[in-house]
């Protein structure tokens, strides 16, 4: 069975410094695989995807991800936090045979410092 | 494209009572997914509909769960006999095919 590992369940930042959110995953094969932000009491916005090809991903709000199959990760980066960014962040691997099920981390919550 | 639309965004019941919810996918998608988030959590995957074919339950859709889509259109999310444990927020999500899948708001639900 397919899952996702967020190590971090909280991580703080200052306003302008560099991020990386941890995202690991198990899965027989190659996987579709996601990273969605969620404000308090909201839906799930996409930011990015990988399903195949590069695998440094660009996304929206100046974000990217980089797909390491030796390490089954998909680390979430940006290279400057905005206060704006402060919010919970749930990696996914979807199941490429099962409709594209999609399977989540326990999610990392962002907070910025100004 | 309008979104994913759900409804009602927060409901309040009483223990005992059946509720449910409505999803409006987006316009074309042939795929429609429910989920269940609970505080603190990431969403868990309920069952998902491909046109009007439900074709996977999660084990967590117990009996007192059902969910419909007919004519491959919207689709409501039943829960009858309401428990405390039901407390959630419940997601839906469309896509087309394989593409990107595209989360609503979210529907609320206390069970007091």
């Known amino acids: 069975a397919q899952s996702v590992t967020q190590p971090d369940i909280h991580i703080t930042v200052s306003e302008g410094a560099s991020l990386e959110l941890r995202c690991n995953y198990s899965y027989g094969a190659t996987p579709y695989l996601f990273w969605y932000v969620q404000s308090p009491g909201q839906g799930l916005q996409l930011l990015l995807k990988y399903f195949s090809g590069d695998t440094l991903v660009q996304g929206i709000k100046g974000f990217e991800a980089e797909f390491k199959r030796s390490q089954s990760s998909f680390n979430l980066r940006k290279p400057s936090v905005h206060w704006s960014d402060a919010a919970e962040y749930f990696c996914a691997v979807g199941d490429r045979n099962a409709g594209n099920m999609l399977t989540f981390g326990g999610g990392t919550r962002l907070m910025v410092k100004p | 494209d309008t979104g994913v639309s759900q409804n009602p965004r927060h409901k309040i019941t009483k223990r005992g009572q059946n509720v449910t919810f409505r999803c409006d996918p987006i316009?074309?998608?042939?795929?429609l997914y429910w989920y269940r988030q609970t505080l603190g959590q990431g969403p868990e995957f309920l069952t998902y509909f491909q046109n009007e074919a439900q074709l996977e339950k999660s084990r967590l859709l117990s009996d007192r769960f059902s969910a419909e889509r007919p004519k491959g259109s919207f689709s409501t999310l039943e829960i009858q006999r309401t428990e405390q444990g039901d407390s959630a927020m419940y997601l839906c999500a469309s896509s087309f095919t394989t593409n990107t899948i595209y989360f609503g708001e979210g529907s609320w639900l206390t069970v007091v």
């Open positions: 316009s074309e998608h042939n795929r």
